[in-house]
Nanobody
Framework: QVQLVESGGGSVQAGGSLRLSCAAS??????VGWFRQAPGKEREFVAA????????YLSDSVKGRFTISRDNAENTVYLQMNSLKPEDTAVYYC????????????????WGQGTRVTVSS
């Protein structure tokens, strides 16, 4: 079992920044992925980082603007979001997987409750 709690969402203007946190407890040695879901759309992959933290995966839509990092001592993964755009508006979820298919939502057995991000123009 893994419990996940996201925080850090909020409302910002375009061009602003937010840092999301995903605090985990339970099993370890997983990949943490961030996904987002906008109203009426499917959940989409944003970023992922393995337990080792030696690599990161970012979707093309956020490359150059978002970074993902983790603090294993705190069991927390961060998503730093800069240069936010209105199209980044969504509920952001973190999940954990032990699969190599880090962009596939079906490979994530555990999810947090989500945190809402709203970017106004």
């Amino acid at each position: 079992q893994v419990q996940l709690v996201e925080s850090g969402g909020g409302s910002v203007q375009a061009g602003g920044s937010l840092r999301l946190s995903c605090a985990a407890s339970g099993r370890t040695s997983y990949v943490v992925g961030w996904f987002r879901q906008a109203p009426g759309k499917e959940r989409e992959f944003v970023a992922a980082i393995p337990w080792t933290g030696d690599s990161t995966y970012l979707s093309d839509s956020v490359k150059g603007r978002f970074t993902i990092s983790r603090d294993n001592a705190e069991n927390t993964v961060y998503l730093q979001m800069n240069s936010l755009k209105p199209e980044d508006t969504a509920v952001y979820y973190c999940g954990v997987t032990w699969s190599a298919l880090v962009t596939d939502t079906s490979r994530y057995p555990y999810w947090g409750q989500g945190t809402r991000v709203t970017v106004s123009s």
